[in-house]
């Protein structure tokens, strides 16, 4: 399997998982799309956009979502999740990003 193409699921996993945690992450997703620097295609590429996004979003109710994701995410990816506050939404794609390729 090339890379690309497994960066491509490892992105459809991601976006899944924020469906899953979102009943209404269609609006979400797109409004961020339309009005800020956030591209739905490159969440894995630019996680830090989306955190900052979903953040200016939902403000502190972000870090909740956020947990959520990726603990939904982490077991798609069948990886064990372990919470830690000091990790950002971003070193946990990367983690995941590191471990799944």
């Known amino acids: 399997m090339s890379v690309i193409i497994e960066l491509d699921e490892f992105n459809d996993k991601l976006v899944e998982s924020i469906d899953e945690v979102l009943s209404f992450s269609k609006v979400v997703l797109n409004f961020l799309e339309l009005n800020t620097a956030f591209k739905r295609g490159e969440i894995v590429k630019n996680p830090g956009v989306f955190s900052s996004e979903l953040e200016d ?45």
């Open 57 to 101: 979003l939902f403000g502190d109710s972000a870090n909740g979502i956020e947990e959520l994701i990726v603990e939904r995410f982490y077991l798609k990816i069948k990886m064990k999740y372990i919470r830690s506050r000091d990790k950002s939404f971003s070193e946990y794609v990367s983690e995941a990003l590191n471990s799944y390729i």
